[in-house]
Structure formats: C-alpha cells, structure tokens
C-alpha cells in the first residue's frame, strides 16, 4: 500500500449562518510545509488546525484554504461617533471645502470598527470535523495515485531483476573470455619469454575473483526483495525508507559496473540504472 504526496480534498460546513468550503491541496516535499489561509473569525484556531493536518497528512507540501462561499468576511462595522466628533473638532477650523470632509474621517484610524463574532465550542468543533473530513479526502486521493506508483515501481523492480538474470548468464562466458584473452597476450610475447604455469593459474584466480559479483547479486537480491515487501506492506509514510533501500540497490548496480569488463554486461548495467533513476523520481513523490 503506497500513498502519493500529490492529494486534494475538499468539504463544506455552516457556520454563524454563513456557507464555508475547505479546500486542500498538497504536493511532494521532503518535509512539512503547511501554508493556512483562514478567515478572520477562524485565526484563533490556526495552531489547532495545523496541529490536526499534520498528524492526519503527515508530510508535503499542503496548501489549506478556508473561506466563506461567497468569500466574504462575517463582520460588523459600527461608526465611533465620540472618535469622529473629536476629529471633526480638531479639524473643522482648517478645512474650506466641506463636501468631501466625512469621506476623510471616516478613513482615519478607529473612526470606524469592525467587531467580529466569536466562536463557541460547538463552532470549533465543527470547524476541525470538516477539516478532518477534507483531510480524509485528501487521503483517499492519495492512495489512489499510490496505486498507480506501487504498479509501476513494481514493473522497475522486475526489470532490473530481469537485467541482474541476463548478467548471471554472462558472468561465466566473461571469465572464459578474460582468460582466453590474458593467455592470447601472453603467447604474442616473443618466444624466449616464458612464465610458470602454476604461477600463472593463481595469479589469474586471485585476478578473476576480484571481479567476481557473486556477493553483489546475493545483496542485490536482498535488497529488491525488501523494497517489494516495503510497498506492500500496511505502513502510511513509507518514501524515506524506500528512498534509502533504493540507494542501497544503486550502490549494488555501481559496483557491479565496475566488475563488468563486459560490453554485453555493461548494457544490462546501464538498464538497471535506468530503471533505478525512474524508480528514484517516483519515490520522491511518496508519503
């Protein structure tokens, strides 16, 4: 069970007589970055909020957007007409045209003031249900778009094993080959050249095992094999712990390569390293 980063979700909820929607997005990042736009009714509230998108989404980059239906504010605006006489006052003696003198003071500093409603108990908890019922959306997406990961990181991972079989079949021909071709050299040499036998057959084993890749595959086979598990079993966030496994898996395929000194090798190699590059790229994108 994979889930991916990249969610939306979405509800709605009444409040104070007004039409409230939520609305998150959330994209991959390889920590939390949570980005809240609340009403002005609803900032009191932002710590909890955040406090509840996280243990619920838990990683990426998440985008929370609460707003009204028609995207206004629930406020009341009262004129201070102690504040406005008193500018009025100060002001009266210096002005000559008086059309335009009540737009001016209304536009100083408390003049006028909102006083917004504030919420109950019972509101805020209505407020987290719909958010934790927006978050339940988001995970539901998510998984989902994990499905169709969890496919494709299974086909990568057939494909290197596949790779790493037609390497095996290779391995012995190669060493056939290296040895063939060492004593080819040493029989050009010129005639009055000579070499123990024994000597030679030694020092060719202790070359030959210097590229054997034996242990890669074992640990190779290891690895693929924990991946798999790891995309199936029932854990949430699991994209850190693959993304190490994958780079063991790299470090596998790496030294491999270096082994090869093989041409036909070295292109199953390179398609392994492949695979693996696309399976790092989709890793980056899970929870």
Do not use: W
Not at 70 to 94: C, F, M, P, R, S
Not at 126 to 142: D, G, Q, T
């Amino acid at each position: 069970m994979i889930y991916s980063m990249t969610g939306f979700g979405k509800s709605d909820f009444k409040l104070k007589n007004k039409s409230f929607v939520i609305e998150i997005k959330t994209l991959n990042s390889k920590q939390t970055d949570m980005y809240f736009r609340l009403p002005a009714l609803m900032q009191e509230m932002e710590i909890e909020l955040r406090s509840i998108v996280s243990d619920i989404l838990l990683r990426g980059k998440i985008n929370v957007n609460i707003s009204t239906a028609d995207n206004t504010e629930i406020e009341n605006y009262k004129i201070d007409t102690a504040v406005l006489n008193n500018y009025y006052e100060q002001i009266k003696g210096i002005i000559n045209n008086k059309e335009n003198v009540l737009n001016a003071l209304l536009t100083l500093p408390n003049a006028v003031t909102s006083s917004q409603e504030t919420l109950t108990d019972n509101d805020k908890k209505v407020v987290k249900e719909a958010l934790k019922s927006a978050c339940a959306e988001v995970m539901k997406f998510r998984l989902k778009e994990g499905k169709v990961l969890k496919e494709d990181l299974e086909k990568r991972i057939e494909n290197i094993t596949v790779a790493k079989a037609d390497i095996e079949k290779l391995a012995p021909i190669r060493i056939e080959k290296i040895r063939a071709k060492i004593k080819d050299s040493l029989n050009s040499l010129k005639a009055d050249v000579s070499y123990n036998e024994d000597r030679f057959e030694q020092e060719l084993i202790y070359y030959i095992e210097k590229l054997d890749v034996t242990e890669e595959f074992v640990r190779l086979d290891a690895h693929t094999k924990h991946f798999l598990e790891e995309i199936s079993n029932a854990t949430v966030a699991k994209g850190k712990k693959l993304n190490f496994i994958s780079q063991e898996i790299g470090r596998e395929i790496n030294t491999i390569g270096s082994k090869a000194n093989d041409a036909d090798i070295q292109k199953d190699v390179v398609q392994m390293k492949d695979e693996l590059e696309k399976i790092k790229e989709q890793v980056n994108n899970i929870l």
